[in-house]
């Protein structure tokens, strides 16, 4: 490259945003994998959850003036809550149809809930603006964004919820067992009809407050959500299929790699990095994806 | 993974292969084109121009339905094709080749890169293939948006003599019906056989002794050639390239919609999407988000209640007519 001399002090800036971006990123990505793993099921829709959340964020500000991260719990139940009639009603009959006829209708409803956004919000840019999110706290001599350190934070504690519920609660061994085998989950006594419903549940409001941090760490539209699925997958992809820890930790390589690879050919190349990132990771090694399933 | 199993499990086109043969179909097919020929003498320029799109949308649809109806390749990646044929034209436009022969180059073009990327896109299965194939196409936008080679996110301007709109027309109505007689002949070959083994079960085929990548390729590189022609005849159309039109994801979501809505696995289901989808649109101008929402929700129904289509359900309709009818008489 052209770089006269190697800047340590730009580099360390931009792995260090990159690694709390993926963070932020990795908090959607969770139940995209979550959905993915438990019920076999490539989500196209959960981007549009994602963008969802971002619109509930800004209308919680604007309408009811509450501060979105106060908001989270809240957008959390709502969106949970309004998948599980989703599910009951459009994707639970498809059971035993196959793979194909699931993924394609979650195509369709994703392709309107995108224009039924364009419908309601506009086709404009938003973004949700707080009083911290221009301020930057300075650590070791780097400037990181505020936004990005709660964001990262709130991102890591949820992650560290969902790892307990999964491996300390009733219903994450429902869970693991119906991942693991459907068939014997259902012989001892496991609904697993139920836990594809709450895990399709908890994967959208997963997705929902990923989407508010999103919101409020980047700018979105109405068709944002391909975006934000696309970076969903590759995470799950990078971080092992299922694995709660592993989304986590793969949402920071490719947060890292995607801020390192803008840094070096420019801001424009963030999305393409990351598609390249997740392509390459599938060509290499597909079936390391398909052995790993259990929720742990 | 467990190969998964097919949308279609019954398909009308390979079951009444026996009942009309090659010839007969052929010729209803040209007799449909000639009909279709004659239009720019007979209709206003706003009845050729939803005539435009509706082949358009045919041509595409019949593309994606040899990959995915009959192959079992259940692709995201379109744009990606539709959009190399855009860029092949608005290239060879530049260096003032004869039309003809950059239609020709961009379905090679196209082929070619179907043919390159098969061996990573071929190693992924089922779902994967399809959040594979989306991963490709968007990462190729991005590039063309970032890239200087072809000018960036500005894109090109086609400087060549502008052809007639209905000579658009008639370019986009001979791809149409070319893709459809493709499909047609492919169906009577050996072949189709070997499609339909790999869309069931690729596993089996291959101990059947089917070259399972060889299958899948050509079914890719047809299907992707045929978007590329059609890409290159929207450059001419557009007469302004741009990476984000031309590789944008709205021709995949509306192939998808229109394939599907139509019947997979069908030869008239994709005319059928096309010229539902098209009209819906033209009665809802001015309302692009109400008719797609409309669209979607007419793809959610049809998945669930007619997995074959509204092609499928009106061959279905026909059969269960013809059966009570001779038993009758």
């Known amino acids: 490259m052209g770089i006269a001399a190697i800047d340590v002090g730009a580099i360390a800036q931009a792995a260090s945003t990159g690694l709390l971006l993926g963070g932020i990123y990795a908090l959607s990505a969770l139940g995209l994998s979550l959905v993915l793993g438990v019920m076999r099921l490539v989500n196209l829709v959960h981007g549009e959850v994602t963008v969802l959340g971002a619109y509930l964020g800004l209308l919680a500000l604007s309408t009811f003036g509450l501060d979105p991260l106060l908001a989270l719990p809240l957008v959390f139940v709502v969106v949970g809550l309004a998948a599980l009639p989703v599910h009951r009603l459009v994707l639970a009959p498809l059971a035993g149809r196959g793979e194909e006829a699931a993924l394609l209708t979650t195509f369709a409803l994703a392709v309107i809930m995108q224009n039924l956004y364009i419908q309601w919000f506009t086709g404009d840019t938003r973004a949700i603006t707080r009083p911290y999110s221009r301020s930057t706290i300075e650590v070791l001599g780097l400037r990181l964004p505020g936004v990005y350190l709660m964001g990262f934070a709130i991102s890591l504690g949820c992650t560290i919820a969902v790892y307990a519920l999964m491996t300390r609660s009733g219903f994450g061994r429902r869970l693991r067992a119906g991942a693991e085998d459907p068939m014997a989950a259902g012989v001892v006594g496991v609904d697993v009809g139920r836990v594809h419903a709450q895990t399709f549940a908890l994967g959208a409001g997963l997705a929902a407050m990923g989407g508010v941090l999103l919101g409020l760490a980047f700018s979105f539209t109405p068709t944002s959500g391909t975006a934000f699925l696309l970076v969903g997958f590759a995470i799950v992809v990078v971080g092992g299929l299922g694995s709660v820890a592993g989304t986590f930790i793969g949402g920071t390589m490719l947060g890292v790699l995607q801020s390192l690879g803008a840094l070096m050919f420019g801001d424009g190349y963030r999305g393409f990095i990351g598609l390249v990132l997740f392509l390459l990771v599938l060509a290499l090694r597909p079936n390391g994806l398909f052995g790993r399933t259990a929720a742990t | ?329």
């Open chain 2, 1 to 329: 993974m467990t190969s998964s199993p097919p949308l279609v499990l019954d398909d009308p086109a390979t079951a009444d292969r026996r009942r009309s043969p090659l010839g007969r179909e052929l010729a209803i097919l040209a007799a449909v084109a000639a009909c279709l020929f004659l239009m720019p003498y007979v209709v206003d320029d706003y009845a050729l121009q939803v005539g435009y799109l509706i082949l358009q949308l045919a041509a595409l649809a019949t593309a994606w339905n040899l990959l995915a109806g009959y192959t079992g390749l259940v692709s995201l990646g379109s744009a990606a094709f539709v959009g190399i044929g855009t860029y092949t034209m608005a290239m060879l436009d530049e260096r003032a080749a004869p039309v003809w022969f950059a239609i020709i180059a961009a379905g090679v073009v196209a082929a070619v890169f179907a043919a390159v990327v098969s061996p990573a896109m071929f190693r992924l299965r089922g779902l994967y293939f399809t959040i594979g194939t989306l991963a490709l196409a968007e990462a190729l936008r991005m590039w063309m948006v970032n890239a200087r080679t072809f000018n960036g996110a500005a894109g090109i301007y086609l400087t060549g003599r502008p052809p007639a709109f209905y000579q658009l027309y008639w370019l986009v109505l001979v791809a149409a019906i070319g893709a459809t007689a493709v499909v047609v002949v492919i169906l009577r070959r050996p072949l189709a056989l070997r499609l339909n083994a790999v869309r069931d079960d690729e596993d089996v085929a291959a101990e059947m002794g089917v070259r399972v990548f060889r299958a899948k390729l050509v079914a890719f590189a047809v299907s992707g050639s045929l978007m590329g022609i059609i890409g290159a005849v929207q450059a001419l159309n557009t007469r302004v390239v741009v990476p984000n039109g031309a590789f944008g994801l709205t021709w995949t979501v509306n192939i998808v919609l229109v394939a599907l809505i139509g019947g997979l696995g069908t030869r008239t289901g994709p005319w059928i999407g096309a010229v539902f989808a098209i009209l819906l649109q033209e009665s809802l101008r001015g309302y692009p988000e109400i008719h797609l929402a409309i669209t979607g929700a007419v793809l959610l129904l049809v998945i669930r209640f007619a997995p074959s289509g509204i092609g499928g359900a009106m061959a279905d309709g026909r059969r269960r007519l013809a059966r009570v009818w001779r038993t009758r008489s």
